[in-house]
């Protein structure tokens, strides 16, 4: 759809309307590469799981399966099959035609997320500080501020929801949808990051290279900051701001490409294949 900007032949698209695909294309891909990861989990510990096989988990993960620590083993095998289940649906929440045409899939869908997204990330504390299965403690940190963020993000969601204020409740989605994701985006982050940088640059060892520590935080306050700018644009910019925007997005869109395409055939793929032949 196109509008005429100015009287005369020439049409160019409406900002607006260039904004809002270049949003759906950002989502489309996102949405690849959730499903790409939900693969992942299901492959690496689903499936040996369902053959009896848990011990598995340990060649998966740091402190995937420790022999005799039931309460860990258990609470890491909820936190990654909650992670596929939350993965699965959540990016099905922002795309407006199924939020129109599918109320209650959307009503319930939404309260399977936002339950997972918690049970998630009180399972994740527990592996943070009491299983300690993790590399360094501004990691530690890091997560833990993330998992605060989804507790709060996702209580305002839920409260706006059950409250009718469909304005707020879309925009605390949206907040919770990036932070609830940023263990995700971590791992498009360093597959882009190498991809770019053709190698890996700033990264130790032990995940405590400048890259790792920026990383560790940026994973969900770069695309919080995004969804921010992109809500008050797309709410009361003018239409230079909106194409910028667009703009913007475009790139970020490429850059999340990129990302999921790198995580896809080299971080998942090759492990979905190990996992299913073994
Ligand atoms: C809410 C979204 C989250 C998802 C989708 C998610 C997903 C996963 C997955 C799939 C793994 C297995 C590692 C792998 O195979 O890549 C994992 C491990 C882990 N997660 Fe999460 N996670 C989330 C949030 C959190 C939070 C908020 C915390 C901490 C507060 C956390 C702490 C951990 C820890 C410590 C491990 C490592 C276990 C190990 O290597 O032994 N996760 N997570």
Redesign the pocket.
Known sequence: MVQAATAGPILRPAPDKVLTVTAGAWLATALIGQWAFVTY?LA?YAWPAAQGNIAAWAD?????YEPGDTVGNLV?GA??MM?AV??FGGALQLVPQIRARARGFHRWNGRVFLAT?FA??LG??Y??WVRH??TTLVGEIA??L??LL?FGFGAMAWKTAVARDIAAHRRWAMRTFMV?????FMRLGYMAWTILNQGPVGMGDNLEGPFDVFLSFAAYLVPLAGVEAYLRIRDGAGPTGKAVAAGVLMVLTAITAVGVFGAAAFMWGPRIVQALAA
Do not use: C, D
């Open positions: 989990i690496s998966r993960a740091l402190k995937g890491f936190h990654v992670a939350m993965s997204a998630i990330s994740g504390l592996l943070v299965a993790t997560i833990t993330n998992a989804i609830a994701n940023g263990v995700w």
